[in-house]
């Protein structure tokens, strides 16, 4: 199993980012999607959900109208765009996996989003 995120770096506010994340050896299509964050000195905290057929996305009240998650079930692939980036959005970003009925779950090794001028 690998959720392998890719994306991250350095922007100016303002600016923009996107992460990817890419499945391998599970059914991705059976598996909510998260994007985490986790700043230094913070907890990792649910940045944005989608649904396992991309129908339904939740976010946290940080993100709202400026990132937004999406999945392709055919790429077994996630995305997060990140827009109006702000300096406190600076975290690595983790890619997770999770199937509700059987609370199994998978993370990504994270990918470092600096938002610095």
């Known amino acids: 199993v690998q959720l392998v995120e890719s994306g991250g770096g350095l922007v100016q506010p303002g600016g923009s980012l996107r992460l990817s994340c890419a499945a391998s050896?599970?059914?991705?299509?059976?598996?909510?999607m998260n994007w985490y964050r986790q700043a230094p000195g913070k907890e990792r905290e649910l940045v944005a959900t989608v649904t396992i057929a991309g129908r339904s996305r939740n976010y946290a009240d940080s993100v709202k109208g400026r990132f937004t998650i999406s999945r392709d079930n055919a790429k077994n692939t996630v995305y997060l765009q990140m827009n109006s980036l702000k300096p406190e959005d600076t975290a690595v970003y983790y890619c997770?996996?999770?199937?509700?009925?059987?609370?199994?779950?998978?993370w990504g090794q994270g990918t470092q989003v600096t938002v610095s001028s």
């Open positions: 050896g599970f059914t991705f299509s059976n598996y909510v």
């Open positions: 997770h996996a999770r199937r509700a009925l059987y609370g199994d779950d998978y």
